[in-house]
């Protein structure tokens, strides 16, 4: 029988849909003590605070000093997204390690800022990129490696879903999201292409438009296209839009496309369900391995080992880049060299 | 409907389809081609003519499936016959050439229609009408892909003679992004090519802005040996979304014993009812008739100016602007500007 160190690991914040899931996959394990706090503001009708962490088997905390006075040994931080270097820095000089909910942050300062806090305080810092952890990717990752496509030149990816929920205002929201579409949808799949690759994208170059879900009034991007050119000279584009209608069965999909000399491969991770028909229409019993569950335990053995874990701060700055870019290109209409 | 006196130009890859179409039209059809005549019209019951001047006199319409930089030429000539005109796409190698194409057959009182046969698919048919139908609302955001083996002729690589895979392959879709999604306005591109091992491989990636707001890419890969063909689309409104993938089609399943399939380099067609037949039904309907086909000649001069943006924005690295009206184009003498 193996035994694994006990582990407190606080949840800062429950603004992203994500902490139902971290709580309950963290709440599940026996030899961890997972603590939350949830410093709001909360959408009206939403449960959120103490009332979720009940839910959830989270123990509550009444706000973010109390709960790094507690020393946990790491915090997921699940931040409205401009709010993630504040509370990544207080978390850092508290010595906890952090697993930070993707984007990184919202500006190239405030993620270089981050990946700095971890390094002086010597805590890892994790981006939430659990795309990685799919099985279809590693099996892409390891015929690339095995030279099974030769050279890769050409890459699609796309990552596209339901514009996020009114109950978490704060994705439409820029002062508190950073952007629309670009900013919730791009930093997955250049993750997975700066993963394949090795190496940050050159040139970027986007257009967005706001036709889709023009009846919610929201202030940022819906729909949104990025271009990127690699040193090596791969070619690469990513749709990043909320194009999933309300009336689909599932919140969207991620696919990424790589075209090599001598293969291809294309990769849908979460097109594995049953399909069929209820009272309400179409059908979708999504199943397969869950990807939150792989990354959380790749945090946490890199916690208890003081292993370096993937995906890292690096790549999470190196993928918000592209985003920054990519908001620069929309504003100048003219690519960006990075 | 009389059966048409048909002059094929040609006898390379594309012409084994267009020869079944003519074939299924009852049409008297008459082969001219620099290499492979006799094989096709032996295959086909088809006759040969060794010169144009033999072929002129009898046939009423061309039908030109050759490399793409004799297009325009063939065409003049063809015109100058008086005959009507059928090209494969591109219409020409070059917007000013398919515009002189179409100006001529207007002065001569010929027709021209440029073979943009993926208008006839019936996938893209049955797009079309959802979007006029109102069923997806306004178009957002539309996607773009088709891929295959590289095809070998030497010619598709030799980017004077054919414009490689945007004005070989990319230019359907070029073509489907206006038809789908209205004007385009501006036109962002990335290419690319390599060597490899089993061949020559290129992609191209394409964003393009539509006067509408809309936005549009546009991913085209001729690849290794063993890709097979497959083309998708995802059309994106405020109302709702269309989507096709031929890789997911799934009407039959056949599975022999033997060597694996390879690629190829053209889409597998349903025979009773294929896309090449109906588009030449469709062209020879309207000669006859006078009336509209699917496709005009000006729509063939459209394409090309999109593409020519396309390798324009390619090799300058900046977006290219486009005349916002796709009639604008049909006379104009520019690639459209760099920014």
Same mark, same amino acid.
């Given at each position: ?338 | ?9 040609? !006898? ?6 267009? *020869? $079944? +179409?003519? /074939?299924?039209?009852? @049409?008297? &059809? =008459? ?67 398919? !515009? ?6 207007? *002065? $001569? +009182?010929? /027709?021209?229609?440029? @073979?943009? &046969? =993926? ?75 390599? *060597? ?9 990636? =394409? ?133």
């Amino acid at each position: 029988m193996t035994t694994t160190t006990p582990l407190t690991i606080g949840i800062l914040s429950f603004a992203h849909t994500h902490a139902a899931s971290y709580a309950r996959i963290l709440s599940a394990m026996p030899d961890v003590e997972v603590l939350g706090t949830d410093p709001g503001p909360y959408d009206p009708g939403t449960v959120r605070g103490a009332g979720f962490a009940a839910e959830h088997g989270v123990t509550y905390v009444e706000d973010v000093a109390s709960l790094l006075a507690k020393a946990p040994d790491a915090v997921v931080i699940c931040a409205e997204n401009t709010a993630h270097r504040e509370l990544t820095e207080l978390a850092t000089v508290a010595g906890a390690h952090v697993l930070c909910e993707k984007p990184l942050a919202t500006s190239d300062t405030d993620a270089a800022a981050m990946v700095a806090a971890a390094d002086a305080s010597g805590v890892i810092l994790m981006t939430a990129y659990p795309v990685r952890f799919a099985s279809a990717f590693t099996d892409l990752v390891a015929r690339v490696r095995a030279g099974q496509l030769g050279e890769i030149y050409s890459i699609l990816g796309t990552n596209n879903g339901k514009m996020p929920l009114a109950q978490r205002s704060w994705f439409t929201d820029p002062t508190r999201s950073g952007g629309g579409a670009l900013v919730d949808h791009v930093v997955h799949v250049a993750d997975l292409i700066d993963a394949l690759l090795g190496e940050p994208a050159q040139e970027v170059h986007a257009v967005t438009n706001r036709i889709l879900r023009a009846d919610a009034g929201v202030g940022v991007e819906t729909g949104g296209v990025v271009s990127v050119r690699y040193p090596s000279g791969v070619i690469a584009t990513i749709d990043c839009s909320w194009s999933q209608p309300e009336s689909a069965p599932t919140w969207g999909g991620l696919t990424l496309e790589v075209h090599g000399t001598a293969g291809s491969v294309r990769i849908d991770p979460f097109a594995a369900h049953v399909s069929g028909y209820d009272a309400g229409g179409e059908l979708w019993a999504g199943f397969g391995a869950d990807l939150d569950a792989r990354m959380i335990d790749e945090f946490l053995d890199a916690v208890r080992t003081g292993r370096a874990p993937q995906p890292d701060g690096a790549v999470g700055a190196r993928t918000l880049a592209v985003v920054t870019a990519a908001q620069r290109s929309v504003a100048s209409g003219l690519p960006v060299p990075l | 409907m009389s059966a048409p006196r048909v002059g094929l130009i040609g !006898a390379g890859g594309i012409s084994g389809v267009h *020869a $079944a +179409g003519w /074939r299924a039209l009852g @049409a008297d &059809v =008459v082969v001219h081609s620099e290499h492979g005549a006799h094989a096709l019209a032996d295959t086909f019951g088809f006759r040969t003519a060794d010169t144009l001047t033999e072929l002129w006199p009898q046939v009423d319409l061309v039908d030109i499936v050759t490399p793409t930089a004799t297009h325009a030429e063939l065409a003049l000539a063809a015109i100058a016959a008086g005959k009507h005109v059928i090209c494969e796409k591109p219409l020409a190698r070059t917007s000013v050439e398919a !515009a002189a194409v179409v100006g001529a057959a207007e *002065a $001569a +009182g010929v /027709r021209v229609f440029p @073979a943009h &046969v =993926v208008r006839y698919f019936p996938e893209y048919v049955a797009a079309r009408d959802a979007i006029r139908a109102g069923r997806i609302g306004t178009v957002a955001v539309a996607r773009f892909r088709r891929m295959s083996a590289a095809p070998k002729a030497d010619w598709f690589f030799d980017e004077a003679r054919s414009g490689g895979i945007v004005l070989d392959q990319m230019i359907h879709d070029l073509d489907q992004a206006e038809w789908l999604a209205g004007p385009v306005a501006r036109v962002f591109a990335r290419s690319t090519a390599k *060597a490899g091992d089993g061949g020559r491989v290129a992609s191209a990636a =394409v964003l393009l802005t539509h006067t509408s707001g809309a936005i549009s890419h546009v991913y085209g890969v001729w690849g290794h040996p063993g890709l097979r063909f497959t083309s998708s689309f995802e059309i994106a409104g405020d109302a709702g979304l269309l989507r096709y993938d031929m890789a997911r089609s799934d009407t039959v399943r056949v599975q022999l014993g033997g060597p694996a399939d390879a690629g190829g380099y053209l889409p597998a067609t349903d025979p009773s009812e294929s896309p090449y037949a109906a588009e030449l039904a469709d062209f020879w309907a309207a000669i006859e008739s006078g009336t509209q086909a699917s496709v005009a000649g000006t729509d063939g001069v459209r394409a090309v100016a999109l593409a020519e943006a396309v390798l324009a924005s390619a090799a300058s690295g900046v977006p290219v602007d486009l005349p916002a009206d796709p009639a604008d184009s049909a006379h104009s003498s520019t690639e459209g500007s760099p920014r």
